[in-house]
Structure formats: C-alpha cells, structure tokens
C-alpha cells in the first residue's frame, strides 16, 4: 500500500510546527517532508497569510510572533489530552489517529478511553480523567440522547480544563450558547448521495440508517431536503433504523427491508454504516439481484467500503481532519482562554466505486 499524501489539516499543522520550531519555513523542505506539490503548498501559504499566520518570503515563508508563541506555548507546557468516544471501533479510530497525530506534533500525549453508546452518564469517567494531572484539555463525543446529555455538557463547560467536542453539537442551557466543536456536515453528506443517483437517473430511492444517532438524524435531514429538491421519491418506510447488528433479529430486518425495497421498485439505497451497506449487498447478490445493474448502493461512512466486492460507492467523512481540528482548537484555547469559542464544520466527500450505475430499464 502507498503512502497517502497528507490531508489540508495537518499539511497546516506540519508548518506551523516548523515555523514555531525554526522560525521559518521553505517550499524545498515541505515537498520533501509531505510529498505535496508545489501548487497546493504555494496555496496552503497563501492561506496561512492570509489569516495572518505567516509572511510569505522568496522559497518559503517566516513566522509571525503568534504564531510562534501559540505552538511554543502548547509544548513547553506539555501534557496530555484525554479523549473520550462512544466507540473504538467503526468511524472513531480515524478520528483518533488523525487527533494523536496532532496532539503530537504540539508535544501532547493521548490518553484514549471508549465509552458505549449505551452509558446513561459520563460524567463519572469524565472526572476520572480530569483528576489526571497530565491531562489540560477534554476532546469529547457525548450521548446527547440521555436524561444526563445536558447536565454533561455543563459539566465540561465548568471543568478546571477546556473541552472540544467532536461530531457532536450541542448548547449550554438554560442561555442557549453554543459550545466548541468540530463537526462533519452529514447533511451534506447524504446530498451529495442524492445527488450522485439522481444524476444516474435513479427516481425512486431508498435511506437506511444503522443507528438513531446525532449523525444519522442529520443524515436523514440532508436527505429529505435533497431528495425533494431533486424530484426523487423516497418513500417514508424506506427511511429505516436498523437494529444493532449484534441483534437476533437484524437479519430478518435486512431481508424485510429489502423485500419492501424491491415490491416498490426502489432503484438505489443509501445505508449508513458500510457493514450494514455490505449486508444488503451480500442479501441481494445471494437472491440474484446484481448491484449495481440491478440495485445501486451507496454506503455511509467509507470505512471499508473500498475494500468490498463489488467496491461500494460511499460518502467519506474527513475523519482524520476532524481529529486533528479538534486537538488545533484546544491547543489553541489552551494558548488563550479567552478566545471566542469556534464552531469548526467540514466536508466530506463521495468515493464513487463499483456500486452505483444508472436504474434499469423498465
């Protein structure tokens, strides 16, 4: 396997290290230490300037003073981030390597705990970790569905160290003030889904969710809204929570779920996560239904979706960007405490593969 190149996150933390560490920067060097080409790293100065990071000079660029103390700062101090998801499996261990990258590169240590999507209340694992003396900041994916979501998110926002939370949103009440987060707009992940069929011509379509969860409600809301903007005809059972996979009756699910697919001549689905996207492939392939000529599938998540036979179609978050952007915004309030709070959202993108063409002909 080769090496990727690096994505825009930490092509932008990798120089503002070298400016805080050298004080200057040149193009030569980043070419070798990123494997990027000169046009996209020109740009990538370009922006930093503009934002009043650098001063670009002949064949590279030099620090500004903030720039340089707000990385000098993060390292001489030192310390660890704790960080705490509701998985260490599926879509978080992006997360996290992108996050201990970072954290690396401002001389921080990781300390990593998992939570399950079941626990009521994290407050008590939360403390835990605080009393932690290494640990200066909290990056943070809560359940936001408990009785405990709202006393959790004033529990961060009162601790003795900052907090990002990572794709999550969330407000502090009764004031109703936002607090700091990075997230990925899975709104516009399912519209670019929607998109992708309705440009292959498919017009009746199909939404399958694995879990009911922050993620998968903007999923469905980006999909609602595309699908009626682009004349397609989801049809309201089709827009499916699944049960877990680990469930008795998941298969019977899958198999239900598809016979209402194919009795209403639904063309093309859209399953978030990849393992339940593979599912529905395996069933149909199993009853004769070719995907794509026959049914388009389009996973959620890009996990392993790459990796499949056929190789699925799927919306790729920018995990590892939204790792590394939550550790930038705590480093950076860990510099200044008295920044405006940030609300960091990014895009992501759709990998079209094997299992998507144009619906068959009636």
């Keep these: 396997m080769t090496d990727q190149p690096p994505l825009a996150s930490e092509r932008r933390s990798h120089v503002l290290a070298t400016l805080a560490r050298d004080g200057a920067v040149r193009l030569s060097q980043l070419i070798d230490d990123l494997g990027g080409s000169p046009v996209t790293l020109r740009r990538d100065l370009a922006q930093l300037e503009r934002e009043g990071l ?31 998801v509701p998985s260490l499996n599926y879509y978080w261990p992006g997360v996290l390597r992108g996050a201990e990258r970072a954290a690396k590169r401002h001389g921080l240590d990781v300390v990593l705990r998992g939570a399950s ?51 999550r949103d969330a407000v502090l009440l009764p004031e109703g003030t936002p607090v700091e987060s990075v997230t990925t707009d899975h709104a516009l992940g399912a519209v670019l889904a929607a998109r992708h069929l309705a440009n292959l011509g498919h017009r009746r379509v199909g939404l399958i969710s694995s879990r009911d969860s922050p993620t998968s409600r903007k999923i469905r809301a980006g999909w609602e809204a595309a699908c009626a903007e682009l004349g397609l005809t989801p049809s309201d059972h089709f ?23 194919l009795g209403a001549r639904v063309s093309a689905l859209v399953v978030h996560s990849d393992p339940e996207a593979m599912a529905f492939v395996d069933l149909a392939l199993d009853r004769g239904i070719r995907v794509p000529d026959d049914l388009s599938v389009i996973a959620y998540d890009d996990e392993v ?58």
């Excluded at 994916?141 to 004033?154: G, I, K, L, M, S």
């Excluded at 699944?242 to 779920?257: C, G, K, N, W």
């Design 117 to 167: 999507y079941d626990l009521q209340d994290e407050r008590p694992v939360l403390e835990r970790l605080v009393r932690d003396e290494r640990v200066r900041g909290l990056i943070v994916a809560p359940n936001t569905d408990t009785p405990h979501a709202h006393d959790v998110v004033r529990w961060l926002a009162d601790a003795a160290v900052p907090s990002v939370l990572v794709e």
């Design 54 to 84: 650098l001063q670009r000079v002949h064949g590279g660029a030099v620090a500004t003073e903030a720039t340089a103390g707000s990385v000098r700062a993060a390292r001489a101090q030192g310390g660890a981030i704790a960080v705490l």
């Design 305 to 362: 979706a790459e990796l499949f036979t056929p190789a699925l179609t799927a919306v790729s978050p920018p995990r590892s960007d939204v790792g590394a952007a939550a550790v930038e915004l705590l480093a950076q309030r860990l510099d200044d405490p008295n920044r405006p709070a940030h609300r960091v959202v990014l895009n992501p993108s759709l990998n079209v593969r094997g299992s998507t063409a144009p619906p068959p002909a009636d």
């Design 239 to 261: 827009e499916t929570v699944l049960p877990p996979r680990s469930s008795q009756d998941f298969s019977t699910v899958i198999e239900q779920t598809l016979d209402t697919a």
